[in-house]
């Protein structure tokens, strides 16, 4: 083998090497420390107070750096880069541990100092597989009710106090209205937390089943929210619940107003802004036979292309500060809430300083995540994009065409759970 053919052959094998994760020039900075990639999609106000961690993991040691990407479409990057943290939805993991894209992060959580232990028992089980722990829980973002106190001066618990509520606020005004229930965005929350509140298990085998009675049943409560009780007015769209909540009503004109929002907690900082000490925060009312929330979370996992031990150790140093109480405080004071008991337990000494943060940790025993299935958000499209809008869009809607939409949805949910690699 002549030279140049040797050299070539060994640039070759060099870059195939640091694309797989086993290190090469781009890995260290100027001045030798090891780099960490880390991607999530922190792109709202959140995302500063990530970056207070990192920023203070970079100061705090010298052989480390942590290059943090905050992009919309991290998912898609992930993908197609090469990162070595990731943050992940709880509801993705199962889809990207049997896609084989993330491994176990158990042995760097033990170097860590960290335990699955140390999160709440609804984290943990979100992480934990058969096979290992997936990732490690960060936050859980349930259901909040964020109300205008100058309408509603205490927080209604009950349907019959959201009831209670519009029939107060329509004899003043027949455009103020206690809630909003819209026809896009959150539906996947509001069928799933109805589904809770009634405890409705979802769930046979591999996939979603829709197809049930009393699901059909309990899902009718929204229709009769908008058209037969008047808690919500009719026609809200994309986000119909945040936009109601905020805009004032003129008395005499059309544009409606609520009382209270039913929505993402990212709102927080609009909502605070719009209200001030008008604003309340609560948990989400028990609409249903018994209390339950549905919400989102978030996780880090660890690349299934990562095998570099330098880079191995480096990230159990960054995890083992990002989950000291102190530091993963910033993310409290984000509007999150930290599942790691001991921060809870910090945060929850200061509600002033935390008060977004102190009231979803009172929802997380009734938290109810998304299921282990794979290709989740794709199983629940169907329910989302076409029998959620029936139900509360279509006021004639009666509950057998509501069950023949959900046996569609169960087979739209069947036929997606196939494609998951054997």
């Known amino acids: 083998m002549n030279k140049k053919l040797l050299l070539s052959l060994l640039i070759i094998l060099s870059m195939f090497l640091a694309a797989c994760g086993g290190g090469g020039s781009g890995d260290t900075t100027a001045d030798g420390k090891t780099k960490i990639t880390f991607i999530n999609g922190f792109t709202g106000g959140d995302g500063d107070y990530m970056k207070k961690i990192t920023a203070g993991f970079n100061e705090s040691q010298d052989k480390y750096v942590v290059e943090e990407s905050q992009e919309k ?170 936009q109601a909540f905020m805009k004032q009503v003129d008395k005499g004109g059309s544009a409606v107003q609520t009382a209270t929002a039913l929505t993402g907690p990212w709102y927080y900082q609009a909502v605070l802004e719009a209200y001030g000490d008008d604003l309340g925060i609560a948990s989400a009312p028990q609409l249903g036979d018994q209390p339950g929330v549905y919400g989102g979370g978030h996780t880090i996992a660890l690349p299934a292309s990562v095998t570099d031990e330098t880079k191995i150790a480096g990230i159990s140093e960054f995890l083992k500060y990002m989950y000291e109480p102190e530091n993963l405080a910033n993310w409290a004071e984000s509007g999150q809430a930290p599942t790691h008991l001991a921060t809870l337990e910090l945060v929850g000494q200061d509600e002033e300083k935390y008060p977004l943060s102190v009231q979803n940790g009172k929802q997380f025993d009734s938290f109810v995540g998304a299921p282990k299935l794979y290709q989740y958000r794709e199983q629940v499209r169907y329910m989302v994009e076409n029998v959620y809008p029936q139900i509360v869009g279509e006021e004639g809607l009666t509950k057998e065409k509501l069950m023949s939409e959900l046996e569609k949805a169960t087979e739209q949910a069947t036929q997606i759970a196939e494609t998951a690699p054997q």
């Open 73 to 242: 479409d991290h998912y898609t990057k992930f993908k197609t880069g090469n990162y070595d943290l990731v943050v992940i939805h709880t509801d993705l993991l199962e889809t990207y541990r049997k896609d084989n894209m993330i491994q176990d992060i158990s042995p760097l959580m033990e170097t860590a100092g960290i335990s699955p232990d140390d999160f709440h028992p609804v984290a943990k089980e979100q992480v934990t597989f058969d096979n290992g722990t997936f990732a490690v829980p960060l936050d859980i973002h349930p259901m909040t009710m964020f109300y205008n106190k100058a309408l509603a001066p205490e927080a209604p618990a009950t349907y019959e106090d959201m009831k209670a509520l519009s029939s107060s606020l329509q004899s003043e005004d027949p455009n103020l209205f206690a809630t909003g229930i819209p026809s896009a965005g959150l539906g996947e929350w509001f069928i799933m937390t109805m589904a809770a509140q009634n405890n409705v298990n979802l769930t046979d085998g591999d996939h979603m089943n829709f197809a049930q009675e009393e699901f059909a049943d309990a899902l009718m409560v929204y229709h009769d929210m908008i058209f037969k009780d008047k808690i919500s007015p009719k026609g809200l769209g994309l986000d119909g619940e945040f």
